[in-house]
């Protein structure tokens, strides 16, 4: 079981940065695939980013690639989303996954777990 609350989301104007924590509670997370989807108002759920349990395979969407990082530490039980050059599109709830049982996914139907979403709003 893993128990995951997401922070850091808020409103920010386009071309700034917020940074995203996720904090995993569970004895697994350490070798848990830790990913990032989003959903905006009346749009279906997006990929962000995944990462493995060691950090050795990243994946990010083609939306947010160069201005996002996604990055773990495993001794906090943390994953971060570093968000920068934030745009208007960008608005949407993020939430935080966790998914035990796949190599690195972009797929959200595979990931187990889920946090409540923090949301974030960029303004124009």
């Known amino acids: 079981q893993v128990q995951l609350v997401e922070s850091g989301g808020g409103l920010v104007q386009a071309g700034g940065s917020l940074r995203l924590s996720c904090a995993a509670s569970g004895r697994t997370f350490s070798r848990a695939v830790m990913g990032w989807f989003r959903q905006a108002p009346g749009k279906e759920r997006e990929f962000v980013a995944a990462i493995s349990w060691n950090g050795g395979a990243i994946f990010y969407a083609d939306s947010v690639n160069g201005r996002f990082t996604i990055s773990r530490d495993n001794g906090k039980k943390t994953v971060y989303l570093q968000m920068n050059s934030l745009q208007p599109e960008d608005t949407a709830v993020y939430y935080c996954?966790?998914?035990?049982?796949?190599?690195?996914?972009?797929?959200?139907?595979?990931?187990?777990?889920w946090g409540q979403g923090t949301q974030v709003t960029v303004s124009s």
């Open positions: 996954a966790a998914d035990g049982s796949h190599p690195v996914s972009r797929r959200w139907d595979e990931y187990d777990y």
